[in-house]
């Protein structure tokens, strides 16, 4: 199949957007962190985005789509980019290369959520080098690269399992091993600038369109469908999640724009697979389900301390599942449990736990064990002053 033109730009503009959402997720960050950490925040999206883009090129790629090793791992036929060449069916194997980059930088940095405002820079770089070697790739191996979830037929279209259960159940086991923030409960933590993170929202909102879209890797219906059910199921969820706030208070923008990446988180792994009438149940299920997730969280005593988990990572597991609910063989080629396929509802059950088990444990282990080694958090001295200065020698001005 020769090169598609339209195609390759399509997704050549797609991979840009995506890209813009690494930042995006920083700012979404940046404005719930206290004042004197907005800089490091902000920075470690950019630092996670550098240091996964030479880790992809020499390593990751060939992991998660090399030659299938026992259904776990890709061989080290692609390291280096060997054998990744301008030509392709459609695109050229180079641009889904970085298609697929741009995937993993972003996941990386959702992963921060779980140690705000703690963690030491030199950490966090050897943690994200382990992290995406050893979890990010073999869940990308498995769901997309002809991994054993591939070949059972669990569908994700583009990352509830690989991007959203891994970071959001990855930052969990994090927070688990770093421990609290100091006075974390005692004294007010409020978010230093709403606003910062309303334009960190609106940009993954706005990419989350190429996200989604650009994952049918063609310009085509699939990739319409899967920007519709996007939209849609972002909407639901900032409704859902307004409401369910409002009934307790206030109707916070926090919490509307919190609801629209679960409803966006929700649908990824099934915006090709879904009708839109399906996408407005999974998003206002998604803001009702990672609502009450923080909400759960907060009791807990648990400083898991920007909702990684209550959003990407019960929002994941939510869309895994629904995706087997609701599939649609006139829309994604594959029926789910409402039109009586049974077994596709199972498989995807299986895929999403594996998946959250594996995330958790293997993260809580990296956690362990750089922790051991050198010292996951800083000085309490350090965290009093904050990152900014201690980690960047850095500050924002008045």
Same mark, same amino acid.
């Given at each position: ?18 890209? &813009? ?9 940046g404005g719930m ?15 996670? #985005? ?5 880790? =992809? ?13 026992? +259904? ?16 392709? $069916?459609?695109?050229? %194997? ?8 741009? #995937? ?21 770089? *050897? ?7 050893? *979890?990010? %790739?073999?869940?990308?191996? =498995?769901?997309?690269?002809? +991994? ?16 959203? @259960?891994?970071?959001?159940?990855? /930052? &969990? ?17 409020? /978010? $230093? ?11 993954? =909102?706005? +990419? ?18 899967a920007l519709v059910?996007?939209? @849609?199921?972002?909407?639901?969820? !900032? ?6 706030? =409002? ?12 609801? !629209? ?11 090709? #697979? *879904? ?5 407005? &149940?999974?998003?206002?299920? !998604? ?32 869309? !895994? ?18 039109n009586g396929n ?11 736990? *594996?998946?959250? /088990? ?21 000085? $309490? ?18």
């Amino acid at each position: 199949m020769a090169i598609d033109t339209g195609d390759t730009a399509f997704i050549i503009v797609c991979t840009a957007l995506v890209m &813009l959402m690494t930042p995006g997720v920083g700012l979404f960050y940046g404005g719930m962190v206290r004042k004197k950490n907005v800089i490091s925040m902000i920075a470690m999206s950019f630092i996670a #985005f550098a240091i996964v883009s030479i880790q =992809w090129v020499l390593l990751g790629y060939t992991l998660s789509f090399g030659t299938d090793i026992s +259904g776990f791992i890709g061989g080290l036929d692609h390291i280096g980019l060997n054998g990744v060449s301008l030509d392709g $069916e459609g695109i050229p %194997d180079m641009l889904f290369m970085v298609f697929q980059l741009v #995937f993993a930088g972003v996941t990386l940095a959702i992963l921060t959520s779980g140690v705000a405002e703690r963690i030491k820079l030199s950490s966090f770089i *050897v943690l994200g080098l382990l992290w995406t070697t050893l *979890v990010y %790739d073999p869940l990308a191996h =498995w769901s997309w690269g002809g +991994g054993w979830a591939h070949s059972l037929g669990a569908l994700d279209f583009a990352g509830g399992t690989v991007v959203h @259960i891994s970071s959001g159940f990855g /930052a &969990l086991a994090l927070a688990l091993v770093i421990g609290n923030r100091m006075d974390y409960g005692k004294y007010s933590m409020e /978010a $230093e600038n709403i606003t910062t993170t309303l334009l960190g929202g609106a940009l993954l =909102w706005f +990419g989350w369109f190429a996200f989604n879209a650009g994952s049918a890797l063609s310009a085509n219906g699939t990739a319409v469908n899967a920007l519709v059910t996007t939209n @849609i199921s972002a909407a639901a969820g !900032a409704i859902t999640w307004m409401l369910a706030a =409002w009934a307790k208070g206030k109707p916070s923008s926090l919490g509307m724009i919190s609801g !629209a990446v679960a409803g966006l988180v929700a649908i990824t792994p099934g915006c090709g #697979f *879904v009708s839109p009438m399906s996408a407005i &149940l999974i998003g206002g299920v !998604a803001g009702l389900l990672c609502y009450n997730a923080l909400l759960f969280r907060v009791r807990r005593g648990l400083d898991e301390s920007l909702d990684a988990w209550a959003i990407h990572g019960m929002g994941g597991l939510w869309g !895994a599942i629904a995706t087997g609910i609701f599939a649609s063989a006139a829309i994604g080629g594959v029926d789910g449990l409402v039109n009586g396929n049974v077994s596709q509802f199972l498989v995807q059950i299986l895929d999403a736990f *594996v998946a959250v /088990a594996y995330a958790f444990g293997m993260t809580y282990l990296l956690a362990k064990a750089v922790d051991k080694v050198m010292g996951l958090r800083v000085t $309490e001295e350090e965290e009093y002053v904050g990152l900014d200065i201690s980690q960047h020698g850095e500050s924002t001005t008045a």
